[in-house]
């Protein structure tokens, strides 16, 4: 760590630190941005939708872009832009939403696993070394297969499907603390297990966790819109992107805009939420810093 | 070196049991109950008694979990399709050679084209050519496999008509097929040997071969690469096993008929048997990739043969 660095750190808090250093990178900010706005998007779903989601016109279907419909509409004549508005607010509540399980739970396992060591962080290890094996998409397939359709189930199967890696890193990052001198001074003044956990190591090893959260946010997006896509996600009429995806994609000689504006739509979150995290990553890790 | 081996083949097996336990599980509950739905609806009361204990339906959890793994292991018996009532084995390999052929060729490409890139990306820093693969690596990996292949097939296919939008028989269908799932595994691979070298480049043997006057092509291709590769082969056998999953996808948009179509139609047929039956199917197989990746790290890397003299 250099100077400059070291001085600003006393200036700031540490939100705005990362936030300044953030916003040295444009893709960083291009991100966050996005992210933002998304949010807005979903969030004010109702009054910024031009029409109601499920409205169908079949007067009207198949219409290419156009002022009354934006994004032209789809085969039942529905606007593709209010579907891909209310979209938004499934992508990220499933995204957020999975993550926050696979945080909590693989959180509790790795922190457990790492502070305790011993039998506890093997039993625990080699249940997470099982649910590696399986590859996180096909895994998710397989609990949502068992769980059956619906939004719930979906971010389920999604989060469940990403603990491992929550685990492994809380776990890492526990390990290595552990040792430190300010861990042992907080156990010789009689603090409790709970409170070293929750009080000293937690904050301690935010940093990676915020990253992989960020980037976990991104492939549990991706995961939900793939299970959608092979129907095993939202079901219609609700409008998720990956389920329009696979709606329009029989039509897709002829009207490409019906698969073309939701395909953007995820990838357009997925890299948002990329760069913010390869933005955190650099901005989090001062090691890193060029 | 054979300690290591067998060491790591010994490992694999609590892997296994696990993963099976994890996939019968999954089975077990899924809703539905096997016996009507192998006999139909139509079936007696008495029928669907007898098919139960014949199945051994009627045991404990326990007791059916060992049954299944038992029967896994002697015969390859993982459970008979709902829909065609042939055994989910036969099913799954009739399908996998082609998903097999899929995932070789994605990552044949994307060794192909991801290695060179994440070189030069490495060796020209911050260059206009670095960028540039940083970011369409980044786009890469964004972009959603199901997505991309319908892209390509609408510009390949339908506008310019050079490559058919599906199937897998002639070396040209295969092309879009690969080409989409690879596009995730190119990205990883590219961003995985550009910070692999650039760590490498840094280290005080290369200062050490420059200093002595090593030609820097030399000095790039033999000290800096031969040690940058090895966390670069790790990730081209997990990518392996991410591409057998990310099959399931490309599959179904090309209408290739492997084990990722054989799932997907499955799963809207509700025949569980199958799915569960891939998904334990593919993760073996992926446990395997890795099992060989693992010995060939071992192969590569002297550090590892090294503790197990």
Redesign the interface.
């Known amino acids: 760590m250099d100077a400059p660095v070291l001085k600003s750190n006393k200036k700031r808090g540490a939100l705005m630190e990362v936030l300044f250093r953030l916003k040295k990178s444009p893709l960083a900010m291009f991100g966050f941005f996005f992210i933002i706005f998304l949010a807005f998007t979903a969030i004010f779903a109702d009054v910024l939708a031009p029409h109601p989601y499920q409205r169908q016109n079949l007067s009207h279907a198949f219409e290419t872009p156009s002022k009354q419909f934006l994004l032209g509409t789809d085969e039942f004549g529905r606007d593709i832009l209010s579907r891909l508005i209310y979209g938004a607010r499934v992508s990220l509540q499933v995204g957020f939403i999975a993550v926050g399980i696979a945080l909590f739970a693989g959180g509790m396992l790795g922190a457990a696993a790492g502070y305790y060591g011993g039998w506890a962080d093997n039993a625990i290890m080699r249940v997470m070394d099982v649910m590696l094996s399986i590859p996180q998409t096909l895994l998710a397939i397989a609990i949502a297969a068992a769980l059956g359709p619906g939004l719930f189930n979906l971010m389920i199967a999604v989060g469940i499907s990403a603990v491992p890696n929550y685990a492994r890193i809380v776990r890492g990052s526990v390990l290595s603390l552990r040792e430190m001198e300010f861990i042992e001074a907080a156990r010789a003044v009689g603090s409790s297990d709970l409170r070293i956990i929750t009080k000293h190591i937690i904050p301690n090893s935010m940093a990676p966790i915020i990253v992989q959260s960020t980037l976990g946010v991104a492939s549990a997006i991706l995961n939900a819109a793939g299970l959608s896509f092979i129907g095993l996600g939202i079901q219609p009429p609700y409008p998720e992107w990956g389920a329009m995806l696979s709606g329009g994609r029989q039509y897709i000689r002829d009207y490409p805009h019906l698969t073309l504006y939701p395909g953007l739509a995820i990838m357009l979150t997925i890299l948002a939420l990329n760069f913010l995290g390869d933005g955190l990553r650099d901005a989090l890790d001062p090691k890193l810093k060029r | 070196m054979i300690r290591y081996i067998v060491r790591r083949i010994l490992f694999l097996i609590?892997?296994?049991a696990?993963?099976a336990?994890?996939?019968f599980t999954?089975?077990y509950?899924?809703?539905g109950d096997p016996a009507k739905m192998v006999l139909g609806e139509m079936a007696t009361e008495r029928a669907i008694q007898e098919f139960r204990e014949r199945e051994g339906l009627d045991k404990p959890f326990l007791m059916q979990f060992a049954n299944y793994v038992y029967k896994a292991v002697t015969r390859g018996d993982i459970g008979r399709s709902y829909v065609t009532k042939r055994p989910v084995m036969d099913e799954i390999l009739a399908a996998f050679p082609a998903t097999l052929k899929l995932a070789a060729f994605a990552i044949v490409i994307a060794i192909i084209i991801g290695l060179p890139c994440g070189i030069l990306s490495a060796i020209k820093q911050y260059s206009i050519f670095d960028t540039a693969a940083m970011?369409f690596a980044?786009?890469g990996?964004?972009?959603?496999?199901?997505?991309l292949g319908?892209?390509l097939?609408?510009l390949f296919s339908?506008h310019l008509r050079w490559l058919p939008p599906s199937g897998f028989d002639t070396f040209q269908a295969m092309i879009l097929p690969s080409l989409a799932l690879s596009a995730q595994s190119i990205s990883m691979i590219t961003r995985m040997t550009r910070s692999s070298m650039l760590e490498v480049i840094r280290a005080d043997y290369i200062r050490t071969a420059r200093s002595k006057g090593q030609k820097e092509s030399v000095v790039i291709w033999r000290h800096a690469l031969h040690n940058a590769l090895i966390p670069v082969v790790t990730l081209c056998g997990l990518q392996f096993?991410?591409l057998?999953?990310?099959a399931?996808?490309t599959e179904?948009?090309f209408a290739i008929p492997g084990v990722g179509r054989l799932?997907?139609d499955s799963?809207?047929a509700r025949d569980?048997p199958v799915?569960?039956g891939g998904?334990l199917f593919?993760?073996v197989a992926?446990?395997l990739v890795?099992l060989l990746v693992d010995l060939l790290y071992a192969y590569i890397d002297p550090r590892i043969k090294a503790q197990y003299k």
């Open positions: 609590p892997v296994l696990g993963v336990f994890c996939v999954l089975l509950l899924t809703p970011i980044m786009i990996l964004s972009m959603p496999v199901f997505w319908l892209l097939i609408l339908v096993g991410q057998l999953s990310g399931i996808l179904s948009i799932m997907v799963i809207k569980y799915v569960q998904v593919v993760a992926f446990s890795n």
